[in-house]
T-cell receptor, first 115, second 116 residues
Framework: AQKVTQAQTEISVVEKEDVTLDCVYE???????LFWYKQPPSGELVFLIR??????QNEISGRYSWNFQKSTSSFNFTITASQVVDSAVYFC????????????FGTGTRLTVIP | GAVVSQHPSRVICKSGTSVKIECRSL??????MFWYRQFPKQSLMLMAT?????????EQGVEKDKFLINHASLTLSTLTVTSAHPEDSSFYIC????????????FGPGTRLLVL
């Protein structure tokens, strides 16, 4: 069975602090995809990153970085030097098999960046 | 690229009326479109998956006669909430996949439905 766990329900940080959002997943498939989406107060889900199960290379995009560890079934997301505009709900999601089907979402982490 | 729009963004209707929500992929052909529902402070719940030209596949517990989905073209899917009731009030979000990126769902901005 597939499952995505985001244990942190809410996090508050002061602007310019670094913050890591945790994501742990469960799947029996050997081929799967992991995603992070950002949902700002406006409601739209913004795609941030996709990782396939065969690519454990960590990725950095500006202030965002992702740490994929198959050994611990984790796909954590770090924001460095946080900004107020980073305030949003962040969802981690898992898709099994090829194709963007059956996207299983975690419960989300609400990040508040305090100025 | 990979822009998905939804219309309307917000709708208020009386109980018993039907509401249609449109989802469009603006710059790619969406092989598959998805409809989700999200309650306040909760995660997204998949309602149905639709492929162009075929019937939608509904998730368990979702009434297909209540939530009519039409995926008439590769760029348009519609969700009609029939005979809406206050408990149907929610945030409805569509997503689409296709084009050069078959592995990612791109989401629309969502529609807030309030049934009085």
């Amino acid at each position: 069975a597939q499952k995505v766990t985001q244990a942190q329900t809410e996090i508050s940080v002061v602007e310019k602090e670094d913050v890591t959002l945790d994501c742990v997943y469960e799947t029996r498939d050997t081929t799967y995809y992991l995603f992070w989406y950002k949902q700002p107060p406006s409601g739209e889900l913004v795609f941030l990153i996709r990782r396939n199960s065969f690519d454990e290379q960590n990725e950095i995009s500006g202030r965002y970085s992702w740490n994929f560890q198959k050994s611990t079934s984790s796909f954590n997301f770090t924001i460095t030097a946080s900004q107020v505009v980073d305030s949003a709900v962040y969802f981690c999601a898992l898709s099994e098999r090829a194709g963007a089907n059956n996207l299983f979402f975690g419960t989300g982490t609400r990040l508040t960046v305090i100025p | 690229g990979a822009v998905v729009s939804q219309h309307p963004s917000r709708v208020i209707c009386k109980s018993g009326t039907s509401v249609k929500i449109e989802c469009r992929s603006l710059d790619f052909q969406a092989t598959t479109m998805f409809w989700y529902r999200q309650f306040p402070k909760q995660s997204l719940m998949l309602m149905a998956t639709s492929n162009e030209g075929s019937k939608a596949t509904y998730e368990q517990g979702v009434e297909k006669d209540k939530f009519l989905i039409n995926h008439a073209s590769l760029t348009l899917s519609t969700l009609t909430v029939t005979s809406a009731h206050p408990e149907d009030s929610s945030f409805y979000i569509c997503s689409a996949s296709g084009g050069t990126d078959q592995e990612t769902q791109y989401f629309g901005p969502g529609t807030r439905l309030l049934v009085l």
